[in-house]
T-cell receptor, first 111, second 112 residues
Framework: GENVEQHPSTLSVQEGDSAVIKCTYS??????FPWYKQELGKGPQLIID?????GEKKDQRIAVTLNKTAKHFSLHITETQPEDSAVYFC??????????FGKGTLLTVNP | DADVTQTPRNRITKTGKRIMLECSQT?????MYWYRQDPGLGLRLIYY???????NKGEISDGYSVSRQAQAKFSLSLESAIPNQTALYFC???????????FGPGTRLLVL
């Protein structure tokens, strides 16, 4: 099946700094790339997604970029706040129409 | 997401017992999914259902079975629980295969 590599597995930043998480994939037919945030004791929640016909999408402090040629997409969080601390998962919809998830990144924002 | 509920939220059981995890949704979505989450392994798909009469195996279906009792209900069963089935289990829904999946709050299962 489709494989998604997510890096880093842990990320610690100071409040106000930016955080970047990157995912790489191999199936060139993938066309939908969501990012989920999971807070402690809760289920994953969609925070932003991008489709293959665009290269970048922004929503306030969060942005996602997609490079289809290089087969990678990244989550960018600017001006990080303590409440951004959580586990973040990238995912993609592969040619078999199922979502495949990365293994997650634990983001810690230090006050 | 409050529109997707899972019961129980926590469960402790013993090896060899049969247990059922239940998922209900009020979103009106036709597609439902069961995932398992283990530390460092992300979310792995167990089973999925595109409508009431459709059931499909995911990547880790061995040892599990499911039942889609209605459009809004999708249950996961462990026929004979074993310790390596200790994990967090999530139900998810989507309105179609083209759209986002919405997750429930999860069930934490411990098999002794």
């Amino acid at each position: 099946g489709e494989n998604v590599e997510q890096h880093p597995s842990t990320l610690s930043v100071q409040e106000g700094d930016s955080a970047v998480i990157k995912c790489t994939y191999s199936d060139s037919a993938s066309n939908y790339f969501p990012w989920y945030k999971q807070e402690l004791g809760k289920g994953p929640q969609l925070i932003i997604d991008i489709r293959s016909n665009v290269g970048e999408k922004k929503d306030q402090r969060i942005a996602v970029t997609l490079n289809k040629t290089a087969k990678h997409f990244s989550l960018h969080i600017t001006e990080t706040q303590p409440e951004d601390s959580a586990v973040y998962f990238c995912a993609l919809r592969s040619s078999n129409y199922k979502l495949t998830f990365g293994k997650g990144t634990l983001l810690t924002v230090n006050p | 997401d409050a529109d997707v509920t899972q019961t129980p939220r926590n469960r402790i059981t013993k090896t060899g017992k049969r247990i059922m995890l239940e998922c209900s949704q009020t979103k009106g979505h036709d597609r439902m999914y069961w995932y398992r989450q283990d530390p460092g392994l992300g979310l792995r798909l167990i089973y999925y259902s595109f409508d009431v009469k459709d059931i499909n195996k995911g990547e880790i279906s061995d040892g599990y079975s499911v039942s889609r009792q209605a459009q809004a209900k999708f249950s996961l069963s462990l026929e004979s629980a074993i310790p390596n089935q200790t994990a967090l289990y999530f139900c998810a829904t989507s309105v179609s295969v083209q759209e986002t999946q919405y997750f429930g709050p999860g069930t934490r299962l411990l098999v002794l």
